[in-house]
């Protein structure tokens, strides 16, 4: 049941939870958490501002539209709801009581107390970078296992269902679904019955299916229906009917759900996890531009390994211990390294991996034969929240050290795409494409070359990841490949990175501005990016060129670029009273190309903390917001543990504040930590950048 008016005014939401809250959050309570969070089209979250309950909110998808997702526990005939903000007329149940809400970098679980028994809730959303087909599953866990709290035994039954919100951005349009048994697992499968191939709906695909699965087996039955009657079907007999409604209907008429019921018996000790999947699952998954204007269907990679979708749920429901197992060392891993420079920034990773991810999908192509061609493997990101473009290279970029942390290949797999595709000669000019296709999931290129003129940035973030990839990986395929490419954004940086033209930066919501000295840094460390690619070439002569012109660049940008008091860069030449975040000195950080003297880090260094305000160092002096990508980098150029650990304790405070309700925004406002303009970019990836330096 739904009703007329879903708009909570977020004072009223955060006075609300504020006032609710009696859990212990770890590390802390996120604006948003992370539940089912694969892909741009499978990304479920709690919106919870200062702290939201799992069973006080429906979970959204990345937009704030809502995704029914409902659970209920039964314990000795009382029914507790534990997911979801269900209402079933005429049914008595209550609340559990949230206990704890703990989030890693893969897994948030939920600890809820129903009378005598506590019930675990923990969703899993894999992150798996080193296996091309388990990170290409575009599907989640969700586990629950009951335990008694009093010592006595308790009868226990728990009910979870998704509704067909999950597949589209649109209420009104009609859907089908069917629930099927296939080798011992249950699904539920709903689609839109009018699909549009590569379409979106308010950033929902149109196209392709949801997946609600689990073992079947003694105890276990499912129903579907109005959400209403499924819903009291359990709440009135702790089981379901085992019946499908095949009235199919509007999304919006009479919410069909989806449901699964478990009696897990008498509990007394932990049970074993009752194991859900759910996915959502498209065919084709991109659209792709190839040489002469060609578009080329792409599938994901999992694809090359499991024939039907259903053979894939049967492996990734009997693969969750093992999951689970991987998870838990990823989770280990990168919490020892990230704690290593502090608990606060432990905390910033972990929130940032699933959110980075899950802007991101493998894929594959076919030979003519038909065969899956493994050599072909191209990755795909879409730009939520801001342009929804495809592969935005200044997207990738701030994104970047999450894949050089966990798997520089993944790197490289981003890359292809954009140098595939210029490498066609389709792309008409001389610097570097800004993205792959204005509308995800379609990489059609520009071939009008009416991209967003990003000239300097792109082409120096090309040539700084490109190396970078190939210093992490030792695989120069790259750069032999399409050294032509590098060398021709090389020369356009060689004209025009000293001085930059009136030009937008990747902070484009910032304006355009002439003489940007940082992003004449990026254009200079981009000219001696590719001296060291042509270093590994064996082409010395050409490397020794760029070095030098790399180098006599930099005292004349030092002379242009800081300010008449000598404390500080400027934002833009010769406006002393600018200044900036100076974060693609990052980029020499993580090059090892000692370009720039010590003497501009320490200034900078020194700088910082006198214009800091309470949340961070705003962006630059046009206003007073700054991004948390950046301002992580910056404190990779930090020469002083108390400048890095002032930007980490800022993001910190920021992601924890309880202002906002919406999956982590990289853009932010300085003087109260309210968020602007974007939620849930992969951007946030660029928050392992300490990792690397």
Do not use: C
Not at 124 to 150: G, I, M, R, W
Not at 329 to 345: G, R
């Amino acid at each position: 049941m739904r009703f007329p008016s879903v708009a909570i005014s977020l004072s009223l939401l955060t006075a609300v939870a504020e006032a609710a809250v009696t859990w212990t959050a770890t590390p802390f309570n996120p604006a948003a958490v992370p539940l089912a969070v694969r892909t741009p089209y499978l990304s479920a979250w709690l919106p919870q501002g200062a702290g939201t309950a799992l069973n006080d909110a429906w979970p959204t998808f990345w937009t704030g539209s809502i995704l029914g997702w409902a659970g209920y526990i039964k314990v000795d005939n009382t029914v507790y709801n534990f997911l979801g903000a269900p209402s079933v007329p005429g049914t008595t149940t209550t609340k559990a009581v949230q206990k704890s809400l703990t989030f890693t970098a893969t897994q948030s679980t939920f600890v809820l107390t129903a009378g005598p028994v506590d019930l675990t809730v923990n969703f899993l959303s894999p992150v798996e970078p080193t296996d091309l087909v388990l990170q290409s599953l575009p599907f989640s866990y969700l586990a629950l296992s009951a335990k008694s709290n009093d010592g006595q035994a308790h009868s226990v039954q728990v009910y979870t269902d998704i509704s067909a919100e999950w597949v589209t951005g649109d209420n009104s349009l009609t859907a089908n679904w069917t629930t099927t048994t296939t080798s011992n697992i249950l699904t539920h499968q709903v689609q839109l019955v009018s699909q549009t191939q590569f379409g979106e709906v308010s950033d929902h695909i149109q196209q392709g299916s949801a997946y609600y699965s689990t073992a079947s087996g003694n105890g276990v039955t499912y129903q579907t229906g109005q959400d209403t009657v499924v819903r009291a079907q359990f709440i009135n007999n702790g089981k379901l009917a085992n019946t499908q409604d095949t009235n199919f209907r509007a999304v919006s008429d009479n919410w069909p759900v989806f449901g699964f019921a478990h009696d897990l018996g008498s509990v007394n000790a932990a049970t074993s996890p009752v194991v859900i999947s759910v996915g959502h699952v498209r065919d084709p998954a991109i659209q792709y531009i190839i040489a002469g204007g060609v578009l080329q269907s792409r599938s994901l990679y999992f694809w090359s390994k499991y024939s039907t979708v259903a053979s894939a749920i049967s492996f990734f429901l009997g693969d969750y211990s093992n999951a689970l197992s991987r998870a838990n060392s990823f989770d280990a891993k990168l919490n020892s390294d990230s704690s290593a420079i502090s608990s606060d920034y432990a905390a910033i990773t972990a929130l940032s991996v699933r959110q980075a991810f899950g802007a991101t999908e493998i894929s594959i192509s076919k030979n003519s034969d038909g065969s899956w061609n493994t050599d072909d493997v191209l990755m795909f990101m879409k730009e939520i929240s801001s342009d929804g473009n495809t592969n935005t290279v200044d997207v990738i970029f701030p994104a970047w050290p999450i894949f050089l942390y966990t798997n520089p290949a993944l790197g490289k797999y981003l890359l292809l795409p954009l140098f595939e595709y210029q490498a066609t000669g389709q792309y008409p000019n001389k610097w570097a494409v800004h993205d792959m296709g204005a509308h995800y999931p379609q990489a059609v290129g520009h071939n009008d070359g009416n991209d967003e003129p990003m000239p300097l940035e792109e082409s120096g973030n090309m040539l700084i990841m490109t190396l970078s990839y190939t210093q992490k990986s030792n695989d120069q395929s790259l750069i032999k490949s399409y050294s032509n490419l590098l060398d021709q954004w090389t020369q356009y940086l060689i004209q025009e990175a000293l001085i930059p033209a009136n030009q937008i930066s990747t902070d484009d919501f910032a304006g355009s501005l002439a003489n940007q000295t940082n992003l004449a840094i990026k254009g200079i460390i981009g000219i001696q990016a590719m001296s060291e690619v042509a270093s590994l070439l064996g082409d010395g002569s050409r490397a020794s060129n760029y070095s030098s012109i790399a180098s006599s660049y930099v005292p004349q940008w030092q002379q242009f670029a800081t300010a008449s008091s000598g404390d500080h860069l400027t934002l833009s030449y010769g406006n002393s009273s600018s200044w900036g975040l100076s974060y693609n000195l990052y980029a020499e950080k993580l090059l090892g190309t000692k370009l720039f003297p010590d003497s501009v880090y320490q200034m900078q260094s020194a700088w910082y903390p006198t214009v800091a305000r309470d949340y961070g160092v705003p962006l630059d002096t046009r206003h007073t917001y700054t991004k948390s990508d950046w301002s992580i980098w910056t404190a990779g150029i930090a020469t002083s543990t108390t400048t890095r650990d002032l930007f980490i304790s800022s993001v910190y405070k920021y992601a924890s504040d309880g202002k906002s309700s919406q999956p982590l925004g990289d853009w932010y406002e300085t003087v109260d930590g309210s968020v602007e303009g974007f939620r849930a970019r992969p951007v946030v990836g660029g928050h392992l950048a300490l990792l690397l330096v």
